[in-house]
Nanobody, 122 residues
Framework: VQLQASGGGMVQAGGSLRLPCAAS????????MGWFRQTPGKEREFVAA????????YYADSVKGRFTISRDNAKNTVYLQMNSLKPEDTAVYYC????????????????WGQGTLVTVSS
């Protein structure tokens, strides 16, 4: 699976962004999809994930109620809608895919996109 994330940019605190991640290659619908983020000097952090059917979602406590993950299997795309953004959300955001259940450890994810930078100014 090849993943291409986009949609990053600069936004003021309280604003919104939507990050799409387009998938290609092997059967995309078989994969759990997720979003992680990373800042310099820190480990990659789990943000959100969605099951292959879209029926199950899971969020980090830090984004719960503000971010929404969704997927459109007809378009082979997963989205991360980010609302009420805070300066601490500033990071490079990565989409990822794996076979199997949703897990939060980045090492358990098999495929990664190239990352897109989100900057939230105060």
């Amino acid at each position: 699976v090849q993943l291409q994330a986009s949609g990053g940019g600069m936004v003021q605190a309280g604003g919104s962004l939507r990050l799409p991640c387009a998938a290609s290659g092997r059967t995309y619908t078989n994969y759990v999809m997720g979003w992680f983020r990373q800042t310099p000097g820190k480990e990659r952090e789990f943000v959100a994930a969605i099951s292959w059917s879209g029926g199950s979602t899971y969020y980090a406590d830090s984004v719960k109620g503000r971010f929404t993950i969704s997927r459109d299997n007809a378009k082979n795309t997963v989205y991360l809608q980010m609302n009420s953004l805070k300066p601490e959300d500033t990071a490079v955001y990565y989409c990822a895919a794996r076979l199997g259940p949703i897990v939060v450890h980045s090492t358990a994810w098999n495929y990664w996109g190239q990352g897109t930078l989100v900057t939230v100014s105060s």
